[in-house]
């Protein structure tokens, strides 16, 4: 069901969801690409490894992380996948679109109050007019109003988690992403079937 799996204090694979194959933090490499061309430096040119790993998001594949009770953490018993795992897998698998949507829509309508905090911060860093660090730059990366489009250019999905424990039968699924306005904490966003529980940091997801 889950295809090859590790134990890493609980099991580890792969997923694949090309419903968020489209979303990947493009706005940092557009506003290095215009620094670069501000200061007439050469493009950067991305690693092997950078390349396989795009080829691998643009097919659809993310780390996947089923997580473990947290008495195994400490005797590595390697407890199997739960049935409400088995369960919900499935239906992430057959509802993607359906958990996709949600997804986005729980995270645009969280978006104004992480734009307003990070620009809070960053517009005193950027100006109109700086060589450096214009506000067109700020703009790209943190814009003031999102579309689901624009979304696409700003985060990236990192890992879903599939918890152990459930509610109601139906065990939470998170999802961790990259983003443009939190580099260092980056966003969560946990779900029960294709309900959005919560949207913050990354670690809302696990």
Known sequence: LFGELKWDYGWSGEIRLPYFSTFDERAFEIVDQRCRERHKRPLRQRTPREINEMRHRNNGWFHL???SDDSV?????KERPSAEQEQVFRFLIENETRVGN???EGVIEAYPAFCEVC??????????????APIEDLDEIVPRKITRKKLQD???LVTVYIHRSHLQEFARVGFSFHCTWDEEHGLGVLTQKDNVVEVGQMDIAF
């Open 73 to 77: 953490l400490f005797n590595d018993s």
């Open 154 to 156: 700003l985060i990236q």
């Open 102 to 104: 949600a997804v986005v």
């Open 65 to 67: 992380h089923l997580l």
């Open 119 to 132: 620009r809070e911060v960053e517009e005193q860093y950027y100006k109109k007019g700086s060589p450096i």
